[in-house]
């Protein structure tokens, strides 16, 4: 299931990042070079994020309440809205004021003082081990992003999915080899050419990627927030099923909501016979709806309205 992989690929990110963060921090330490501080809050915000993808998995499958009848299913989507929060403010805002602030510094004559360090090399070594690491665990999503996107291109696959947790792994892991290549590129040509502005920008580059990274999240995870449609084929198969029911003349309208990545609500106005009695409505209405959930299983919450269909009805919105 996409959730099962979907954990699968946080916690091996999980993993990654928290000890990438540490190894980043102490070479910053050693170092002080922007761009390996802007890492190491980029892995910190990362591995972050990834606890609370964990945490809304986990309360998302709390039993409904008669305050919360439909469930918890969409705190998964509270989860990942708050990680586009984090990225964008921690990660994204927190390394282009740090760009500002080196550059300012450099302006007013303070300059870097680690070329003469015998640690000058650390970063190379820690950012090298870390885009190892980094690239198992994109391999990790990509892997389970794999079984769960079928056909869709990557783009589609993570514009259409309504589980949050792999889209959010891929981009952040995505963003993170990015952002490593930036900090290994800005780091080494500070070393060579001993000028720190190649630091500043390899830590405003890996700010402005985080931001765009996070502003592609919120916007998905708002669309989810809102309250998306089951997919055109999802809908489609549970028109095909209360349309082949015994009884059932046409489907009226059809209105699907995921309350939950893998649970869908349906609304449904069919038609019937202006001469069926009570009990054939009874009979019809409960065979569409196990028609319906053989379709697709994850119609869980179901309310099915008979009507006599009138030439020209326009449903209300």
Do not use: C
């Not at 998302?60 to 305050?67: D, H, V, Y």
């Not at 190379?124 to 992003?145: D, K, N």
């Not at 056909?151 to 963003?175: H, N, R, T």
């Not at 998306?228 to 059809?254: K, Q, W, Y």
């Amino acid at each position: 299931m996409a959730t099962e992989g979907g954990t699968k690929a946080v916690v091996a990110a999980l993993l990654a990042n928290t000890g990438i963060a540490i190894t980043k921090f102490v070479a910053f330490l050693l170092t002080g070079f922007s761009s390996m501080l802007a890492e190491s809050i980029h892995s910190v915000a990362d591995a972050g994020n990834q606890a609370l993808l964990l945490v809304g998995s986990k309360q998302s499958k709390r039993e409904a309440t008669p305050e919360h009848p439909f469930g918890f299913g969409r705190d998964r989507y509270i989860y990942a809205f708050v990680v586009a929060i984090v990225l964008f403010s921690v990660g994204g805002l927190y390394s282009l004021y740090e760009a500002y602030h080196k550059f300012h510094e450099i302006q007013l004559g303070h300059g870097m003082d680690v070329f003469d360090s015998k640690w000058r090399y650390v970063p190379v070594v820690v950012l090298v081990i870390a885009i190892v690491l980094e690239s198992l665990s994109f391999r990790t999503a990509i892997i389970e992003g794999n079984k769960d996107r079928g056909k869709k291109g990557w783009w589609a696959y993570i514009k259409e999915a309504k589980a949050p947790e792999l889209p959010v792994i891929l981009l952040e892991d995505l963003a993170a080899l990015l952002g490593l290549i930036f900090a290994l590129a800005a780091v080494s040509a500070t070393l060579i050419t001993k000028n720190p502005l190649f630091d500043i920008a390899g830590t405003a580059l890996i700010g402005a990627l985080l931001v765009s990274v996070a502003v592609v999240l919120a916007i998905e995870t708002k669309s989810l927030l809102i309250g998306e449609a089951a997919s055109p084929e999802a809908n489609a198969r549970i028109r095909a099923a209360l349309e082949s029911t015994d009884g059932v003349e046409r489907v009226i309208h059809l209105k699907t909501l995921h309350t939950a990545p893998e649970e869908l609500l349906v609304a449904v106005k069919i038609a019937i016979d202006s001469a069926d009695s009570g009990a054939d409505v009874a009979r019809i209405i409960d065979a569409a709806e196990k028609s319906m959930r053989q379709a697709e299983p994850m119609a869980v919450q179901v309310f099915i309205e008979p009507d006599i269909y009138r030439e020209g009805y326009q449903p209300q919105r």
